[in-house]
């Protein structure tokens, strides 16, 4: 095991926080601090360091519990407002994905496949506490009867609502540009021909899981800002793959690891839960995340004293065969360079759009310092790391004693 000169505990950590005692930094405030007393320093002096980021995560959605009816019904095809969601679990339990479009969305009668509402925005008025019309409809059977139900619904009338996203807060992410000569609609956002704007979708040094690149403190079972209410990490993420290429502080150079999240929706803002619609592409959820980084060695005060600068992301030619191979990956561009509005490429000055929020992103950030510093935020220890290979910890593979 490795000797640090800084050794703390979650349980010191929360005990402090538990006394109003604990020191707790953005991650933007870290890094200033690392530069002006060290990382040895940084980490006696700092217990945590808080992060966020918001953006669209495609890979969002939630599970929900409508109710038992008079006679009761087992859903086989439900609809809010008019957005199918997913029935195939159990009598009155749904899954309604974020990217799911309303079956007759007006703007894709003017101009087809357009879609203006989808499964985020159902969301996100849930959230909002708007009303939601609920339609399902049923095979029948002897125990549930029913075949036809409508009910116009609210978050607060739901038996349960949980916010379950597969696949949130890339680990980086690719800079989109087009090198066709049309202009191109994808998740990423409309890209002009001949590299005509660079779009970008992370925070950069703001961005929880470049703060923790190999996963020391995040894993499953950390208690994370969420949607603004409390979320906990779940499990990696879909398409984790931690074993990208990385720099030479750790941080990976292209899409690497993600994190399952889930969170009660009961608890949550809808300014951190938003339905977004992308042109010629479809619809999608922006969400709120802060994870909050115990500083519990100097390594962890290195990991979050990285800037913007030192932060590195692929531009990537979404106009060729995607996804990227090596063959449409131009180069490297940092986020300080992204965030100053405009990158070079081929000699061309290309302007840079951002589709995440640094701005709710550092507020997120802040929320989370605030609830740790009043006491209401305890930070989670993780039951289980995230891997840093291909597969989870499988305990079944395991041996035992006899």
Known sequence: MTNYQVNKTYQEINDKIKRGQAVVVTAEEIIDIVRRKGEVEAARTVDVVTTGTFSPMCSSGAFINFGHSKPPIKASQVWLNNVPAYAGIAAVDIYIGATEPCVEDPLNKVYPGEFKYGGGHVIHDLVAGQTVYLRAE?????????????????????????????????????VAVNL??????TYMGALRPHAGNANYCTAGE???????????TVGIGTRIFLGGGVGYVAFPGTQHNPKKPRAEN??????????MLVGNMKRMDPRYLVGVSFLGYGCSLAVGVGIPIPLLNEEMAHFCGVSDAELMAPIVDYGGDYPAGKSNILGQVSYAQLKLGTLTLGGKEIPTVPLSSTVRAREIARHLKQWIESGRFLLGEPVEPLPLNDEIHDLSTASHDS
Do not use: M, W
């Open 138 to 174: 049923a095979y029948g059977t002897d125990c549930y009867p029913n075949k036809h139900l409508e009910k116009e619904i609210t978050l607060e009338q739901l038996t349960n609502a949980i916010l379950c996203n597969p696949r949130n807060c890339y680990q980086n992410y690719n």
């Open 180 to 185: 066709s000569n049309r202009t191109i609609y």
């Open 206 to 216: 703001l961005s929880p899981l470049f703060n923790d690149p190999y996963y020391r």
């Open 250 to 259: 750790g941080v990976p150079l292209g899409p690497a690891g993600t994190l």
